[in-house]
């Protein structure tokens, strides 16, 4: 008897709390479409892929389910809007062997406006995704002109609206921090907790807080804070000069300037991938490296595929 309420006890504490090891999750690494795969002298998105030998690719989706980022010889002839139009990118994606990580849709707040058009477009979204194997929607919200507490009250209401589609549609639905409002506590932490489900959660991009300004060494303990609602993550980095680091900077201080591959920038991925770990993230590594604007298509091609072997190291010293 001592045995059996040891293990109900394993199991509670083991379901207890927002984050969960699922089996279903596990390491691996991709890359944003579009501008990221652009740029190699490569004819299509599939051939980027294999130049820096992913597999998985995170998609954009626009307003008329269209998406851009995926090319081919010159034209983007995939969308969401049509079950053949679904059929025809699974079928390529099985002919290439490549897998989606994530749909991307970008959502807008505004005063006075309903958020009933970006809630029906998100669920056409959803619908396509569970059709194409049930990957992540990761959404970042955009909005100005409201006072934080305005922002936190509309914000929470829109992501509410989110969890039934995700639950109908068998999807994981993430939300992106970046911009000023989603980079501080005071706002992410209250809409995270408002929705108390392992259906909706973040899309973490550590190097977004840092581009908002915060130090460094707070970047880990927000890190922390955050990595039990973490289900799917942004890796890029930024090397600010060494005065630059330990203090609070204006929001996006000269952040073009001083963006760097993975490796050679100030965030230590190796510690931040260690605690989303040990909180029990098993998942994508999504590839949004803000560098290579930097470099002709051959350091393109070589700083992703840096980018790639840096993850995988770390994948396999997470193991």
Not at 10 to 16: C, F, H
Not at 152 to 172: G, M, S
Not at 185 to 214: C, Q, S
Request: glycine fraction near 8%; include cysteine; hydrophobic fraction near 40%.
């Amino acid at each position: 008897m001592l045995r059996y309420i040891l293990m109900a006890f394993v199991l509670a504490v083991a379901l207890s709390g927002p984050a969960k090891a699922d089996a279903a999750r596990k390491w691996d690494v991709g890359c944003r479409d579009g501008g990221y795969l652009r740029g190699m002298g490569l004819s299509d998105v599939w051939a980027a892929m294999d130049a820096i030998g992913i597999s998985r690719v995170e998609v954009k989706v626009q307003n008329d389910l269209s998406c851009p980022g995926l090319f081919e010889n010159g034209k983007t002839p995939y969308r969401l809007d049509t079950t053949q139009a679904c059929q025809q990118l699974r079928k390529k994606l099985a002919e290439k062997k490549k897998s989606i990580a994530a749909f991307c849709c970008v959502a807008t707040l505004e005063k006075g406006k309903s958020d009933e058009d970006s809630v029906a477009w998100i669920e056409k979204i959803a619908e396509a995704a569970r059709d194409l194997g049930r990957p992540v929607i990761m959404i970042p919200i955009v909005g100005g002109g409201f006072s934080d507490e305005e922002f936190v009250e509309r914000a929470t209401a829109f992501v509410k609206k989110l969890v039934p589609i995700a639950e109908r549609y068998d999807v994981q639905i993430t939300l992106e921090n970046l911009g000023h409002y989603w980079n501080r506590r005071e706002i992410l932490e209250p809409v995270l907790k408002a929705v108390p489900t392992d259906r909706f959660g973040l899309a973490l991009d550590i190097t977004n807080m840092y581009w908002f300004g915060h130090p460094l060494s707070k970047l880990y303990d927000l890190a922390t804070t955050f990595a039990p609602y973490v289900r799917y993550v942004h890796v890029k980095n930024v090397k600010y000069p060494e005065e630059k680091r330990e203090v609070q900077r204006p929001e996006g201080w000269q952040y073009g300037k001083y963006t760097a591959p993975v490796r050679e920038g100030d965030v230590d991925f190796r510690r931040i991938i260690a605690i989303l770990r040990k909180a029990g993230y098993r998942g994508d590594l999504t590839l949004e490296d803000d560098s290579l604007g930097k470099f002709d298509a051959a350091g393109r091609k070589k700083v992703l595929r840096d980018d790639v072997k840096l993850l995988r190291e770390i994948i396999v010293e997470m193991e």
